[in-house]
């Protein structure tokens, strides 16, 4: 009974905090489409000199971004050929390993069960049927 108050808190404290979110996230994208349709009516409004040194600078700034941007996918190719590598030669010996255990496992527990398993179940059935047998004529008693 004392669960569900909580669950149904925890819920609306969850979803308050997702609007919340989706709201700062709302603003913020506004903010900076307005912000950019500023500058953009500004720039028109200057003269032309100050515009394209602005536009040098932004083709500047784009051009170091990409190169970042293009470091960051070497990194991350480096990074994948490093976990294939991982995969490759310490992962999969591993799972080699482990499938050859099981196979020898269940090689074992077949043995055992037809070797000494099958016999103990089979003498005790036999016990079983003996005591049955002196039961019926009358040497055993049954114990109550």
């Known amino acids: 009974m004392t669960e569900q108050p909580i669950q149904e808190e925890t819920l609306s404290s969850s979803t ?9 996230l709302i603003f913020v994208i506004l903010l900076i489409l307005a912000g950019s349709i500023y500058g953009v009516f500004s720039l028109s409004q200057s003269d032309p000199q100050t515009t ?9 700034v784009l051009a170091l971004e990409s190169l970042i941007t293009g470091i960051a ?42 070797h000494a398993i099958r016999p103990v179940i089979n003498a005790s059935g036999y016990l079983a049927g003996a005591r049955k047998f002196l039961q019926v004529i009358g040497i055993l008693h049954d114990k109550e």
């Open 73 to 114: 996918l070497i990194i991350l190719v480096v990074q994948m050929a490093l976990l294939i590598n991982l995969l490759q030669n310490e992962i999969k010996p591993i799972l080699d390993s482990t499938k050859e255990t099981i196979h020898t496992l269940r090689g074992t527990t077949a043995f055992i069960s037809e």
């Open 16 to 24: 308050s905090k997702n609007k919340g979110r989706a709201f700062i």
């Open 52 to 60: 394209s040194h602005i536009r040098d600078i932004f083709i500047i």
